[in-house]
């Protein structure tokens, strides 16, 4: 007898056995694996844990970045202000070798009227300078603008800057003469508005002139926003046939308090503490200085922070 | 698992830990800009009143105190409640007329801030 054939189911049961009991094996070690109710537990309180820590840990830090981004914020508006008055201030007066007679530099140069043209002003021995301005007894500034301002008349040397545009130019009114003149006598200068600015054609080639530019720093307040931010504001002069003023556009947003007035400083050394270093290198003023100040107050943006507004005091000095 | 878990986690927390420490250094970076933007703008109020009163009585702020001098309250306002944002200020006078305002940083560091007093 072939006994293969029985070799053979007995083969296979054999090995179906087998199969099944590693099945069954498998399934004893999927029943011992894997997390129990304890761990899950132990290990969720400890996330939790951590997370809690790092969010508090992140809301402190997220909280100082707002605060110093804030203050950054404020800090940056307030140079935003200086830096454009720097630059405002330094041309607002006609530059030292055009004029025999410097302004005193104990007190800001008077500039023109601010309503009235300088093509129609009449010559004058000086164009530039600073002046405070009461803008409700100006009629000539378009919108409702009240409170005072900071008026600036700035002189550009020329031709640097005045290709190819508009404006109003100054010369001397006589070009014949000499502009810086020995002491005794005073060049008049004549503004004149061009469509293309360009050197006077009846003056000699080496003639000083240059072009006048008017600026109006104002505040709008608050009250006076109506929902929008409290804004420093810049107005400009319009040439032409029909002399006027641009209406107001926003300097600086987000400027609670703004305030303008001229300070004198007496002749006041004060004398120093003992024991500190005087240096003679720097020469004090003897004589009364008529000075402009600025009081400016920048409000935190968002309003959640809390923070003080930042107010700056700047001194504007003459520097003639 | 409980490894892979461990890992994972080990993982997780360094990445916020490092994203706290960037935080930190962007923090201290807006502090320095800051407190830059501060000193500078002291300075220049305290080289302007040299051009009024001597070197002495600005560096000790004296100029503040004194009532009978010239009226700078506004001024004298700003720089004390601007001082308060420089830890451990200290405003010296030099040699060269000049003034010059350092202060501690958050890192420990001492920065300085130097202005030329312009002669009149």
Redesign the interface.
Known sequence: MDSRPHNRRCAASTRVIRILSCERRLETQHAGSGFSLVDCLISNALALALISLLSSASADIISTIQVAAERGDQSLRLRQVHRFLNITLLTAKMPAPWTAYAVSPNQWQLPSDPCVSPAIGGDRPQWGGVAIIDLSEMPCFPGAVTGYGLYVETVHPCPQGCEKRSGYRVRPAECETEPRREAGTRVQWRAEWQEVLSHPKECPQDTPWGRIERLLLSHRSAADAQGDQPELRVQSSVGGPEFGWTTAETLVAGIEDWQIRQLEIPRAPVSSPIGVDDSPAVQIDKLPRHLLQMVISVAATHPRQRLAPMTSSRLLVPTY | ??MD?LIA?VIG?AG??G??QL??E??AL??Q??QL??AE?VVR?LC??????????V??L??CT?P?????E??C??VT?WLSFLPEYRLD?????DIKLSWRHADGDRLSLRFA????
Do not use: C, I, W
């Open positions: 698992m409980l878990y986690s927390v916020m830990l994203l706290l935080g930190a962007v923090t807006h502090q800009s800051f933007s501060v703008s109020e302007t009143l040299l051009r009024f009163v001597e070197v002495g009585s560096v000790s004296e100029v004194n009978k001098g010239p009226p700078f506004d001024t306002r700003m409640d006078a030099l040699a060269e007329g007093a312009r002669p009149l």
